[in-house]
């Protein structure tokens, strides 16, 4: 199948979940070797977990399938440009290419962007809306960090 | 119970993950109220889930708890400064604030740091490591932001 076929059959899946009324226009699936490994649509609405997105559910299916975090041999068809979120766990699952078909400003249009996210990350801690506040650790308890440099190093 | 308690809490579960060989230091809880709704760990290497870090963990398990994504009431804590991933996720979920203990540095300093894709996502698309390619749409086929357009405005 090309590209265009795989990317017509998330834009498939976006189309079913919102006619099904089962949440947001969003699907995306996981081809390794030229096969479908894992789909995913938006459950955010059905399920209530806001990380619930096309493209996270179909990372989380392919990585139980396959049984390996490393999807370096899988390319993604997301049907809209991925938010935040899911492109940091595009680069924590090792991705080369991900393909998509509407863009942040279409996402926009619809009220479903997240370009307010995108600038808000990239902003220092400081600058951000929500705060991150540190809070000290207690120097005389077990030290996880410690733990895993010596188990690891 | 004080921030420092709770964060204590959450170290604790960092910790013990490690300890039992299930994963990597990092631990989460989300409290409502002064009382603790969901915790998470990191099961990455147990799930293969490159998605499965604390803070996701907590939020979709408070999520599911309180049948809603809307965690503005809620207070999170994070053994460790989130990632891009997690952060995203913790914008998506509307908190307010979020406390950690460990930093980013600190993350760096033993290998688990995300430094890097803090920086890749906020350059622009063509700028990235990963590449992200527009398929275009047959626009004669369905069109599911016209159809959530249609049945949401």
Redesign the interface.
């Known amino acids: 199948m090309s590209?265009?076929e795989f990317?017509?059959l998330a834009?498939?899946l976006?189309?079913d979940?919102?006619?099904n009324?089962k949440g947001?226009?969003?699907?995306a699936l996981i081809v390794k070797n030229g096969e479908i490994v894992a789909k995913g649509v938006n459950d955010?609405l059905e399920?209530?977990?806001?990380?619930a997105h096309a493209e996270?559910q179909a990372?989380?299916k392919a990585?139980?399938t396959?049984?390996?975090?490393d999807l370096s041999e899988c390319e993604l068809?997301a049907?809209g440009?991925?938010?935040?979120?899911c492109?940091?766990?595009?680069?924590?699952?090792h991705?080369?290419?991900?393909?998509?078909?509407?863009?942040a400003d279409?996402e926009e249009k619809?009220?479903?962007g997240?370009k307010?996210?995108?600038q808000?990350?990239?902003l220092p801690m400081e600058e951000r809306d929500?705060?991150?506040?540190?809070?000290?650790?207690?120097p005389q308890?077990?030290?996880?960090?410690a733990?895993?440099?010596e188990?690891?190093y």
């Open positions: 590209h265009e990317m017509q834009i498939e976006a189309y979940n919102t006619k009324k947001k226009p969003f699907g955010v399920t209530h977990d806001p990380t996270m990372i989380r990585c139980c396959l049984g390996t975090a068809y049907s440009e991925p938010c935040p979120m492109l940091s766990a595009i680069y924590l699952a991705f080369k290419n991900v393909y998509y078909a509407y863009t279409e619809i009220g479903l997240t307010y996210v995108y808000q990350i990239a929500i705060k991150l506040i540190k809070i000290d650790r207690n308890k077990n030290d996880p960090f733990l895993w440099k188990i690891t």
